[in-house]
């Protein structure tokens, strides 16, 4: 997919990644870029056409779709973290999570497979992490809904195919967001992650390890459980 001359939306847009991937696409040349947040007028980014958008509300969904239908990527950025555990957590705070990181990529993308398809296929990029595949104590609410949207963009994939449409999963440690300020370690520049995904939906890649630590993680998922636990506990060690 040449993003030279494309339309595309970003999801979360006024901070953080998304506004990062909306820049990044402006400076690739992108026809248009639909900037989307919750609150609109949080959006600062010179030369983006902003719209207002709660992913967990249907109806601001399908305005969206309405309002874009020339849109030829998407990408699903906008996402919580709630530190909850499960045992012991809010289920509230769970369902929450699922409503936004799960049922809201999965919401946008039904409402714009069609527009996709009608523009040539396109490309659908959703951004999960690599918590997609381990869990932390203090945060497995974050774990299980990351992992069932990385089962949900799979199952898309097979669906969309047939319509040409590319779907990128993204997966990444840390980068340097409001949602990791806590952590005083090596981090991702947002800028450096905008443009190793860009380069992925050029090259029509299904999926983007964007830093060394998914990769590491993702080289370790054949592992028996104790032993994925026990290098995890490892790894996680080196952040403490």
């Given amino acids: 997919m040449n993003l030279t001359d494309s339309v595309a939306l970003v999801t979360g847009a006024n901070r953080g990644l998304g506004r990062a991937f909306a820049q990044s696409l402006l400076e690739r040349g992108a026809r248009k870029v639909y900037a989307t947040a919750r609150?609109?007028?949080?959006?600062?980014?010179?030369?983006?056409e902003v719209l207002a958008l709660d992913i967990t509300d249907p109806q601001a969904v399908k305005a969206v779709a309405e309002a874009a239908p020339d849109v030829s990527l998407l990408i699903n950025n906008?996402?919580?973290q709630t530190g909850t555990n499960l045992v012991s957590g809010s289920l509230d705070a769970l369902r929450?999570?699922?409503e936004t990181n799960l049922f809201g990529h999965l919401s946008m993308t039904r409402a714009?497979?069609?527009?996709?398809a009608a523009n040539g296929g396109g490309a659908i990029v959703n951004v999960l992490s690599a918590m997609s595949w381990f869990g932390v104590d203090g945060?497995?609410?974050?774990?299980?809904?990351?992992?069932?949207?990385?089962?949900?963009t799979n199952g898309v994939r097979l669906e969309l195919a047939e319509q040409g449409?590319?779907?990128?999963?993204?997966?990444?440690?840390?980068?340097?967001?409001?949602?990791?300020?806590?952590?005083?370690v090596e981090k991702?520049?947002?800028?450096?992650?905008?443009?190793?995904?860009l380069d992925?939906?050029?090259?029509?890649?299904?999926?983007?390890?964007?830093?060394?630590?998914?990769?590491?993680?993702?080289?370790?998922?054949?592992?028996?459980?104790?032993?994925?636990?026990?290098?995890?506990?490892q790894a996680l060690a080196t952040l403490a």
């Fill in 39 to 48: 609150r609109p007028d949080s959006v600062d980014l010179p030369g983006v």
């Fill in 78 to 80: 906008a996402g919580i």
């Fill in 96 to 98: 929450h999570e699922l």
């Fill in 112 to 116: 714009f497979a069609p527009a996709l």
């Fill in 139 to 152: 945060a497995n609410s974050y774990h299980v809904t990351k992992a069932a949207a990385w089962a949900m």
């Fill in 165 to 184: 449409t590319l779907v990128t999963a993204v997966h990444l440690g840390l980068a340097d967001t409001d949602m990791s300020a806590g952590w005083d």
């Fill in 188 to 197: 991702l520049a947002p800028s450096v992650l905008a443009d190793a995904v």
């Fill in 200 to 233: 992925g939906v050029e090259q029509g890649k299904a999926e983007v390890l964007a830093d060394q630590w998914s990769r590491d993680i993702k080289s370790r998922l054949a592992l028996p459980p104790e032993q994925f636990n026990e290098a995890m506990a």
